[in-house]
Antibody, heavy 120, light 107 residues
Framework: QVQLQESGPGLVQPSETLSLTCAVS????????WGWIRQSPAKGLESIGY???????TYNPSLNSRVTISVDSSKSQFSLTLSSVTAADTAVYFC??????????????WGRGTLVTVSS | DIQMTQSPSSLSASVGDRVTITCRAS??????LNWYQQEPGKAPKVLIY???TLQSGVPSRFSGSGSGTEFTLTISSLQPEDFATYFC?????????FGLGTKVETK
């Protein structure tokens, strides 16, 4: 059974870059997409973007200019960078495995989430 | 952007009740609609994908229906472990917009 675990700083300064890593264990990263989703009281659940294990990426248009998601299959991990952060980027950040089937596309496994606060 | 409107935002129910939650999309999304359950302090868990397909391991009391712009999640007989918040999500666009959630509370 696949397990995902987020890691990274819990506090980021305004205008700086947020960087998180998701470690994947229990399954191969091939044949899946890997994504990031965040949740805040102000905006609720918000998809950030996702990347195929080979590197093809899709980002939420509202964050597209500030986001990079990359996959490192050799290390069984993928990462998120979000630049020029503001207080509005304060949220719990989840990493997730994305399954694509004939019936649909959905996040079938999630990390526990990590709270990132943007504040000076 | 596609907007996803869930109703109600909260409801009170008892064990054994039939519960129905609705999600409306601001434009047609075919059946690119998922339902998730989230307990406090935990990550969401997928229940239904493709509007009506039950995810493996999810109890059969959960069911989903709809296509186009209107979708429904039904819990046929509410169990104690079902008191949680439920979210719909569209995967038709690249935004993958979520609804704001429906909190199911005990009456």
């Amino acid at each position: 059974q696949v397990q995902l675990q987020e890691s990274g700083p819990g506090l980021v300064q305004p205008s700086e870059t947020l960087s998180l890593t998701c470690a994947v264990s229990g399954d191969s990263m091939s044949s899946y997409y890997w994504g990031w989703i965040r949740q805040s009281p102000a905006k609720g659940l918000e998809s950030i973007g996702y990347s195929f294990y080979s590197g093809t990426t899709t980002y939420n248009p509202s964050l597209n200019s500030r986001v990079t998601i990359s996959v490192d299959s050799s290390k069984s991990q993928f990462s998120l960078t979000l630049s020029s952060v503001t207080a509005a980027d304060t949220a719990v950040y989840f990493c997730a495995r994305i399954r694509t089937t004939v019936g649909g596309v959905f996040a079938d496994s999630w990390g526990r989430g990590t709270l990132v606060t943007v504040s000076s | 952007d596609i907007q996803m409107t869930q109703s109600p935002s909260s409801l009170s129910a008892s064990v054994g009740d039939r519960v129905t939650i609705t999600c409306r999309a601001s434009q047609r999304i075919s059946t690119y609609l998922n339902w998730y359950q989230q307990e406090p302090g935990k990550a969401p868990k997928v229940l239904i994908y493709g509007a009506s397909t039950l995810q493996s391991g999810v109890p059969s009391r959960f069911s989903g229906s709809g296509s186009g712009t209107e979708f429904t999640l039904t819990i046929s007989s509410l169990q104690p472990e079902d008191f949680a918040t439920y979210f719909c999500q569209e995967t038709y666009s690249t935004s993958w917009t979520f609804g704001l959630g429906t909190k199911v509370e005990t009456k």
